[in-house]
T-cell receptor, first 111, second 112 residues
């Protein structure tokens, strides 16, 4: 079992729709959870982080965390073509700040 | 510099040669990470430094890989006797603590 699992996609949504990206993780001791966005040929950049169970909203983005289910998700409202990228879920593991990434979900927003 | 700096940006080498990849983190960032990303794949964790110490080296793929960090700043990733499967983009990132990772532009390694 991989430490952080994501559906590779591609996830295709129409412009203006909600995109839902999901991630599961194996280490019950994980404390911090991150979503990074990576455009083709570029380095990852942080979108959101979440530490506590529940929802965290930032503009069009909402991160959701359920530690009991070992599940974290990212919702993108009013999706735009510029949101088309690979979204990487990252989780701290190993009892310290080791950050493990999932393989990423490719999102395609079409006009 | 303002961001994480990596060099070289591109490296083409012959199988069996040794290569060194350098990372200069953001000033003051205590934690430094190395990841490897093969074409179309996610980020594979290699090693993490807190200061000059590496709490976890288990991500290094083989004993041909080694890394060091000196003065709590610059880090070097060394790959000895390179193999074709080592071809990838090697990404370095730094952070002040457990927060946002700031990534460099990566070093693209091609082993012929």
């Amino acid at each position: 079992q991989k430490e952080v699992e994501q559906n590779s996609g591609p996830l295709s949504v129409p412009e203006g729709a909600i995109a839902s990206l999901n991630c599961t993780y194996s280490d019950r001791g994980s404390q911090s959870f991150f979503w990074y966005r990576q455009y083709s040929g570029k380095s990852p950049e942080l979108i959101m982080f979440i530490y506590s169970n529940g929802d965290k909203e930032d503009g069009r983005f909402t991160a959701q965390l359920n530690k009991a289910s070992q599940y974290v998700s990212l919702l993108i409202r009013d999706s735009q073509p510029s949101d088309s990228a690979t979204y990487l879920c990252a989780v701290t593991a190993g009892g310290y700040n080791k950050l493990i990434f999932g393989a990423g979900t490719r999102l395609a927003v079409h006009p | 510099g303002a961001g994480v700096s990596q060099s070289p940006s591109n490296k083409v080498t012959e199988k069996g040669k040794d290569v060194e990849l350098r990372c200069d983190p953001i000033s003051g960032h205590t934690a430094l990470y190395w990841y490897r990303q093969s074409l179309g794949q996610g980020l594979e964790f290699l090693i993490y430094f807190q200061g000059n110490s590496a709490p976890d080296k288990s991500g290094l793929p083989s004993d041909r890989f080694s890394a060091e960090r000196t003065g709590g700043s610059v880090s070097t990733l060394t790959i000895q006797r390179t193999q074709q499967e080592d071809s990838a983009v090697y990404l370095c990132a730094s952070t002040e603590g457990a927060g946002e990772l700031f990534f460099g532009e990566g070093s693209r390694l091609t082993v012929l």
